[in-house]
Nanobody, 127 residues
């Protein structure tokens, strides 16, 4: 079993930065695919970024490419999402997810593949 707990959300103004954390119950150097998703009220869940922990590959949605960075800290069993140049469109509940199959794909941001989910942390970006 993998337990995920997100933290680090908050409120910032346009152009600000936040770093989200996802604490995992297992070491992140295991061959898992891990990802961040987000969901705004009334909208579908949207993939943000993914990483293949064992292989190092990463993937970013076009909407966040160049602004967000996904990275692990294996010593702390924690996954991070550093978010810079935030926009009001980034406002959402952000979720950490893990896929323990160890199968990387060209487009890993399909929410149905993930086995485990955190409870979410809210990010609000004001104009």
């Amino acid at each position: 079993q993998v337990q995920l707990v997100e933290s680090g959300g908050g409120s910032v103004q346009t152009g600000g930065s936040l770093t989200l954390s996802c604490a995992a119950s297992k070491y992140t150097y295991a061959r898992y695919v891990m990802a961040w998703f987000r969901q705004a009220p009334g909208k579908e869940r949207e993939g943000v970024a993914a990483i293949y922990i064992g292989g190092g590959a990463t993937y970013y949605a076009d909407s966040v490419k160049g602004r967000f960075t996904i990275s692990p800290d294996n010593a702390k069993n924690t996954l991070y999402l550093q978010m810079n140049s935030l926009k009001p469109e980034d406002t959402a509940m952000y979720y950490c997810a893990a896929d323990t199959s160890g199968r990387w794909s060209r487009d890993p941001l399909v929410f149905g593949r993930y086995n485990y989910w955190g409870q979410g942390t809210q990010v609000t970006v004001s104009s």
